[in-house]
């Protein structure tokens, strides 16, 4: 896969499988944008790891819940750094289990804004500054298929919808040469997990998984990037699964 002479942005890229897919686009050759909202040591030590290799990169806070923030991202990436081909939009998360008679509306809103708008929001922010030929790949879950465990209903219905819109944004967009895909990661040792899931929850799903074990970021950062690369040429429109063989779709 080569992406040099290519750039990347990156959201969610500072820790875990949005840091882990920045160091990937970098090792491939691409000018990487790296987004994060709350960790800036991991996004700032991804960009001295990319520089130190040789590549191109810089880290920006910003929430890309708001426009203002994802607009100021994006224009200094096309600034700093030229014409975009690809875009991946990590940025996400659960926020809290609740149950449906806990669910807020203000609860609610959080789940689709962080994992929903935000990416609707980069894709049209970054759209004007995109090449024919360029690949966006959405990051939905497990969750968005089989509706994710005890108090995650939000969260998976968030990210059903990144299914269902990466879908539609692939139709709309494949007249642009623009491909769109997304990835449905399961059990995967992240934060995500350390704070979220028990550990003998953790254990358990993992030991019901045919290969036995949690996937790594670095596994999900090798498919995105491969989504994203001109080897992937003719996929447009998929949802795919990286859960170690534990749900088929």
């Not at 919808?161 to 494949?174: C, D, F, I, P, Q």
């Not at 995967?188 to 949690?214: Q, S, Y």
């Not at 491969?226 to 040429?233: I, M, V």
Request: proline share 3%; aromatic share 4%.
């Amino acid at each position: 896969m080569n992406f040099k002479g290519k750039t990347a942005i990156v959201t969610g890229g500072g820790r875990d499988i949005g840091r882990a897919c920045a160091i990937r686009l970098a090792q491939a050759g691409a000018n990487v944008a790296i987004n994060y909202f709350k960790s800036g040591e991991g996004a700032e030590s991804a960009v001295s790891e990319i520089e130190a290799a040789g590549g191109r990169a810089f880290a920006m806070q910003g929430d890309m819940t708001k426009p203002d923030d994802v607009k100021a991202l994006v224009e200094r990436t096309a600034k700093e750094l030229g014409t975009i081909h690809v875009l991946m939009p990590v940025t996400g998360g659960l926020v809290a289990r609740k149950t449906i008679p806990e669910i807020t509306l203000e609860h609610w809103q959080t789940v689709m804004d962080l994992n929903v708008t935000s990416a609707l929001l980069l894709v049209q922010a970054a759209l004007p500054h995109m090449t024919e030929g360029g690949a966006i790949v959405n990051m939905a879950s497990q969750a968005g298929r089989d509706g994710g465990g005890g108090g995650a209903l939000a969260y998976g219905a968030a990210k059903g919808a990144v299914v269902s819109m990466t879908r539609g944004m692939a139709k709309e967009l494949a007249p642009r040469n623009i491909r769109v895909n997304a990835l449905c990661p399961g059990l995967i040792d992240t934060d995500f997990h350390n704070i979220f899931t028990k550990p003998e929850v953790r254990k358990m799903v993992a030991g019901n998984t045919p290969l036995k074990r949690e996937g790594t970021s670095e596994e999900v950062a090798n498919l995105a990037v491969f989504l994203a690369s001109d080897e992937a040429s003719f996929i447009t429109g998929a949802n795919y699964d990286i859960n170690g063989g534990v749900l088929f779709s």
